[in-house]
């Protein structure tokens, strides 16, 4: 059975910092992307960043390069998205997931997902 669980999230007021982390259990397979959608209130879930487990490499969205840091720890499967200088819009839930297209987050195809953690709250106060 896959299982992802997301760890991390709360409030914090903009320009600070916090660290989300999804640990991962239950795949096949040594090639896949993981990483973090958001959803803000009113909007549709957007693809944030994701890591592959194979290549490491990483892809960000144009709204959070710069400021957040996608990284993983193979031996604990676990993988962590570092938020800095975090911004009141970036005020969502934030999904762990897993899909073996990293498409999917350039393109916020939520439906080609192949596996959801569940969502955790960020709240950026101005």
């Known amino acids: 059975e896959v299982q992802l669980v997301v760890s991390g999230g709360g409030l914090v007021q903009a320009g600070g910092s916090l660290k989300l982390s999804c640990a991962a259990s239950?795949?096949?397979?040594?090639?896949?992307?993981i990483g973090w959608f958001r959803q803000a209130p009113g909007k549709k879930r957007e693809g944030v960043a994701c890591?592959?487990?194979?290549?490491?490499?990483?892809y960000y969205a144009d709204s959070v390069k710069g400021r957040f840091t996608i990284s993983s720890d193979n031996a604990k499967n676990t993988v962590y998205l570092q938020m800095n200088s975090l911004k009141p819009e970036d005020t969502a839930v934030y999904y762990c997931?897993?899909?073996?297209?990293?498409?999917?987050?350039?393109?916020?195809?939520?439906?080609?997902?192949?596996?959801w953690g569940q969502g955790t709250q960020v709240t950026v106060s101005s």
């Open positions: 997931a897993v899909d073996w297209d990293d498409r999917s987050w350039y393109y916020n195809d939520v439906y080609g997902v192949g596996y």
């Open positions: 239950g795949f096949t397979g040594d090639d896949y992307f």
């Open positions: 890591i592959s487990s194979s290549a490491g490499s990483t």
